[in-house]
């Protein structure tokens, strides 16, 4: 029996290094109408049926509580030609300023939720909260998917969205980067030739 190689590992404290994430901007209003972005990484898809996905968000971060107001945000997946605002809406305050217009980013009205849609992104995931989670640093939004708004521009000629030309980042380790090629598809390592 061949001996497989051990390899030398160093651990480290408990901590965060599911690695990469997706790097979203979150687009949310008050009931008054007073709209903000930020970023955030800690997000994803929790259920399929109902399609469920959640958002993680600090309570002292100025958007906390206009999410927990209105039970409503849109997850905007970000490209590489939205890289710069991304960063900036995740460490800048709309406290402070009005990321939409220091970004250059249009507000569109979502088909479903109050919250807009940032129209510069290729796709637009609204939500509704249905629960939250105070769990230590932050608070998991947890949310019913409501509808999916997607640029036509990407689409194939088959009618089918193309992820792929939209230029997606990712999150990894306080890194933006831009996603790669194509390794297989679903099932590839059991699909008959």
């Keep these: 029996m061949e001996e497989k190689k051990t ?16 790097a979203v901007m979150v687009s949310c209003a008050d009931k008054a109408g007073n709209a903000n972005i930020l970023t955030v990484a800690w997000t994803g898809t929790i259920c399929s049926e109902p399609p469920m996905a959640y958002i993680s968000v600090r309570p002292e971060r100025f958007s906390h509580h206009m999410i927990e107001e209105t039970g409503e945000f849109v ?33 569109q009205q979502g088909s479903v939720v109050a919250a ?14 249905t629960q939250v989670l105070k769990l230590g640093s932050h608070d998991m939004f947890i949310a019913k998917v409501e509808a999916v708004d997607v640029d036509e521009s990407y ?4 009618g089918r969205f193309d992820m792929d030309r939209c230029g997606l980042i990712a999150y990894n380790h306080g890194e933006y980067h831009r996603l790669g090629s194509l ?11």
């Design 75 to 107: 997850i905007n997946l970000t490209t590489e030609a939205l890289c710069a605002a991304t960063d900036f809406c995740g460490v800048r305050s709309g406290a402070k300023l009005d990321k939409w217009k220091e970004c250059g980013l249009t507000k």
């Design 7 to 22: 390899v030398k590992k160093a651990v480290w404290k408990p901590g965060t290094m599911v690695y990469p994430l997706p």
């Design 155 to 158: 689409m194939d000629e088959k």
């Design 183 to 193: 390794l297989g598809t679903f099932g590839y390592t059991v699909k008959k030739k």
């Design 116 to 129: 807009p849609l940032i129209a510069e992104s290729p796709v637009n995931i609204e939500c509704k909260v």
